[in-house]
């Protein structure tokens, strides 16, 4: 078979016509340095601060230190196998993780990862940068919605809005994480979705806060992001930052989202290591001066956006760990002033066995009563003054001098109504029945009730009214108020019950 040089000059003339010229050009540096999770990299003139940088093994790190001569990095993953003169490559990508419904039910790591065991995130998400700006003053509307924690010491007194950061604060073994897993069981059946940050805890204590949330089938609305205790300080120093952007997709979206950060303490120690081996200058405590900035620019991201925006919420709970109870320590507050109120527990109260340990004189909510329905609202003033009234005639009472009349019945309510703001762990209670269990307590129901009966007389009384006073039940949970109709037959209500009782 003979083949004419025509025929082949026309094959290549084909070829070439089709050609594109294009260079593929990469930027890539070279490892200075390595050693306790951060990297220096040479090379890279281009390399913007929060860029991801593709090194061997399948490690990736990110920029934090941009300096004359060379880049400082941090490394996600395993670094172990990284040594002296790897190359490194830029990917002109910021650090992202994936967001959407898909993670809903989902315990993931600080990279999205999914770290369950139950296979990779269906297909279809999207991915947010784990930094944005907060959004200004015009793009938020005021906190005026409740979100009901089911806890009656915090619907109460120190109520919480949908958009309102509360910070909680207290010693070790306080409760804590308590409180703001029983908001989240109190979400079930609620429009809110809840993302949990576990920062520097043991596993084995997140495993038992998933299982605590499957049994109480809110899992399936709830996003778990993990860096664990063992894992290196870049991956707690940014878990709360892609908590808080899958979040901000539901708020985004015109949804309501609360997301727990446990803890605040633990992030700005692992920020702190790693400012320190960067070279960054220490301030107050070895902490780097930016501290403030870190927890600011998180929190802040939290907000109720205006109808314009679609009218979503972000809810944040940070949880800071104080040492013997010193909330006058740098980091508590730090988070005091960048929060719109806190929840103070503390030990003494817990050891002596009022649990959830709220102390309500330390405790306060600057959104105050504007996050309350009208009805607790009314309960709310009452017993305010009861408490504060008991608690300054407590300490006097301490010094066993003969106590009037009046003083004693004033200490028997206190006694009853501390009683009643006791609450077993993860039995949140509906606003209705909360309502109806103050109102007993404040308009003096109580008092001629022996105050170890008290969480019976609690127990019954609720499944009573839920028998047998149903729709009255159901008006205070739709009208929100307490007219003097409803106080009346909530009174009757009550008398009938005490009868029996």
Known sequence: MKISPAEVTEVIKKQLEGFTGQADLEEVGTVLQIGDGICRVWGLQGAMSMELLELPHNVYGMVLNLERDNVGCVLLGDYAKIKEG?????TRRIMEVPVGRQLLGRVVNTLGQPVDGRG???????????????HGVVDRQPVAEPLQTGIKAIDAMIPIGRGQRELIIGDRQTGKTAVAVDTIINQKSTDVFCIYVAIGQKQSTVAQVVKTLEDHGVLEKTIVVVAGASEPAPMLYLAPYAGCAMAEDFMMQGQHALIVYDDLSKHAMAYRQMSLLLRRPPGRE???GDVFYLHSRLLERASK????????SLTALPIIETQAGDISAYIPTNVISITDGQIYLESGLFYSGQRPAVNVGLSVSRVGGNAQIKAMKQMAGRLRLDMSQYRELAAFAQFGSDLDKATQAQLARGERMMRILRQPQYAPMPVEEQVVILFAGTSGFLDDIAVPEISRFEREIVAFMRQEHRALMESILQKGTLDAD?????????KAFKQKF
């Open 486 to 494: 409803r106080q009346e037959q909530i009174k009757e209500a009550i």
């Open 120 to 134: 990779e995130l269906a297909a279809g998400y999207k991915s947010r940068p784990v930094e944005r700006r907060a």
């Open 305 to 312: 956006l205006n109808a314009q925006l679609g009218g979503g």
């Open 86 to 90: 790897d190359p490194v490559k830029r």
């Open 286 to 288: 070895a902490y780097p």
